[in-house]
């Protein structure tokens, strides 16, 4: 063993620090989580057992759980057993709690029994970082991302899954059956244990037949008729990935574009972002408490009435809209080519003709006004325009909302960029902390206080990097 570096006897004597205080540098972020729990108002956040009981086991401070779990989600130690072990052998944590080591049943009892105010602490750290005026640009991104959850793929059911499943169990049956047939003609003692076996499975599969008639009953009283039997607020929804999916929570985020801190966030069930962006935006305008929020977010939360939402309450969305239209595919005119005209209320076409008002009419609660050309069968490029008689073009009574929104981004062409480099960086980092797995707890209430949890440690730490520790810690102290 000559040569190398040579380790210490484990009977050597050592002198180690007298305090645990020596342990702690003084730019450690175990501070910053000391002193921001040590400054909450745990009572009126709505924290249970706030208040001791006069009588009865005395029970841990919600102080020392809280910061517990801070820390843990800090250092991606989210389990709540993982927890107990490193109180017992973290040196930091020692510092941090006391030396008090709480069991894992009381650690996770803790995050259920106190979601909401756990998710007020979450929306305390913001309102810290909006005194620090880290939102002046008061514009952000919106995005969603799929997150799974603790229900796997094959306990969760739908009317299709449900029908794919019966035949690959009626498949199934008629290969048992035609084995069985066959297993007479094996020596008695082989046909005998071949044919019990066969037995066995083919019993198995009616059960499961069983099982299936069952759940389908109980889809038809379901809204979204789905069931997820592990987590019943689970749902299946598509990701980017072509035929693939995965059972989970549709996780909203809005970032805030000039130091990418989480404004505002949600947890859904709903597979799609249509309806998510008054929602999102409102929430980011109230956190960052500014008159006017500029938004910016991807052609999936594209919905005419959600952006009309927007424009009402103060809030200037840019987001392209989709292309639903099969006219460019077919090598036909798309909408773009036809040009309103505001003081006469008509299009002109690619032809030049006019393209008059002719009626209106009530559509999926929107007002749509229609215009038609009387020239469209004499037109020489009617083979490019549109393959019915004449063209018509629906115009919504709301419609110069949308084109202003259009006209912002083709002034702004770097607007999706800045989207892509603000909000989807965020989503990567949660789920690298999480190990790219699912979600600890079940139901949405109790998934909403974990990503509530991550969402807090991934603006602590941004903060941190931003304005630095000292900084952090004295508007905390003042706050």
């Known amino acids: 063993m000559k040569r190398f570096i040579e380790s210490d006897s484990r009977m050597q004597g050592t002198l180690f620090p007298e305090y645990l205080e020596d342990y702690v540098t003084e730019n450690n972020p175990v501070r910053v989580v000391d002193?921001?729990?040590?400054?909450?108002?745990?009572?009126?956040?709505?924290?249970n057992r706030a208040e001791p009981a006069i009588t009865g086991r005395p029970s841990y401070h919600p102080s020392i759980l809280l910061k517990l779990y801070i820390y843990g989600y800090l250092n991606r130690i989210q389990s709540s057993r993982r927890l107990e072990k490193e109180t017992q052998r973290n040196v930091e944590l020692m510092w941090l709690l006391g030396r008090l080591t709480p069991d894992f049943k009381t650690i996770a009892r803790f995050r259920k029994e106190n979601g909401k105010a756990i998710r007020k602490v979450c929306s305390q750290f913001v309102l810290l970082c909006r005194q620090l005026n880290l939102f002046s640009e008061a514009m952000v991104a919106i995005d969603g991302s799929k997150f799974k959850a603790v229900n796997n793929r094959d306990r969760n059911y739908t009317a299709n899954k449900i029908k794919r499943r019966r035949e690959q169990i009626e498949t199934s049956?008629?290969?048992?059956?035609?084995?069985?047939?066959?297993?007479?003609?094996?020596?008695?003692?082989?046909?005998?244990?071949?044919?019990?076996?066969?037995?066995?499975?083919?019993?198995?599969?009616?059960?499961?037949?069983?099982?299936?008639?069952?759940?389908?009953?109980?889809?038809?009283?379901?809204?979204?008729?789905?069931?997820?039997?592990?987590?019943?607020?689970?749902?299946?929804?598509?990701?980017?990935?072509r035929g693939s999916g995965m059972v989970g929570y549709n996780v909203q985020t809005a970032v805030d574009t000039k130091h990418h801190l989480?404004?505002?966030?949600?947890?859904?069930?709903?597979?799609?972002?249509?309806?998510?962006?008054?929602?999102?935006?409102?929430?980011?305008?109230?956190?960052?408490?500014?008159?006017?929020?500029?938004?910016?977010?991807?052609?999936g939360y594209f919905s005419s009435q959600e952006i009309l939402d927007?424009?009402?309450?103060?809030?200037?969305?840019?987001?392209?809209?989709?292309?639903?239209?099969?006219?460019?595919?077919?090598?036909?005119?798309?909408?773009?080519?036809?040009?309103?005209?505001?003081?006469?209320?008509?299009?002109?076409?690619?032809?030049?003709?006019?393209?008059?008002?002719?009626?209106?009419?009530?559509?999926r609660d929107m007002t749509l006004h229609r215009y038609w050309s009387s020239a469209c069968q004499q037109c020489a490029l009617k083979a490019k325009c549109t393959p019915d008689k004449s063209r018509k073009v629906a115009r919504w009574e709301h419609e110069d909302v949308l084109e202003a929104m259009q006209k912002r981004l083709d002034l702004a062409p770097e607007s999706m960029r800045i989207r892509r480099e603000t909000v989807e960086h965020p989503f990567g980092t949660l789920k690298s902390w999480m190990g790219y797995t699912h979600f600890l707890t079940k139901t949405l209430d109790r998934v909403s206080t974990e990503m509530s949890l991550h969402v807090l440690a991934y603006n602590l730490k941004r903060a941190i990097k931003i304005v630095g520790m000292p900084t952090l810690m004295e508007a905390m102290v003042v706050a």
């Not at 046909?191 to 069983?210: G, I, N, S, V």
């Open 173 to 241: 049956i008629d290969r048992y059956l035609a084995a069985l047939e066959t297993a007479d003609l094996q020596e008695p003692d082989i046909a005998e244990a071949k044919t019990e076996r066969l037995q066995e499975k083919l019993a198995k599969l009616k059960q499961q037949m069983e099982q299936l008639d069952s759940i389908e009953a109980q889809l038809q009283e379901t809204p979204d008729k789905q069931i997820s039997l592990t987590d019943p607020d689970a749902r299946s929804m598509a990701t980017s990935g």
């Open 262 to 299: 989480i404004v505002a966030h949600e947890v859904t069930n709903v597979g799609h972002d249509r309806h998510q962006l008054t929602n999102m935006a409102k929430q980011a305008k109230a956190a960052m408490a500014v008159t006017e929020l500029h938004v910016v977010a991807d052609r």
């Open 35 to 47: 002193v921001f729990v040590e400054h909450l108002d745990l009572s009126k956040l709505g924290f």
């Open 310 to 363: 927007c424009q009402q309450a103060g809030i200037v969305p840019t987001l392209p809209k989709p292309a639903t239209s099969g006219a460019k595919a077919d090598g036909r005119f798309g909408r773009e080519h036809f040009v309103y005209h505001p003081e006469q209320n008509e299009y002109s076409c690619p032809a030049g003709e006019r393209l008059k008002w002719r009626y209106s009419r009530i559509e």
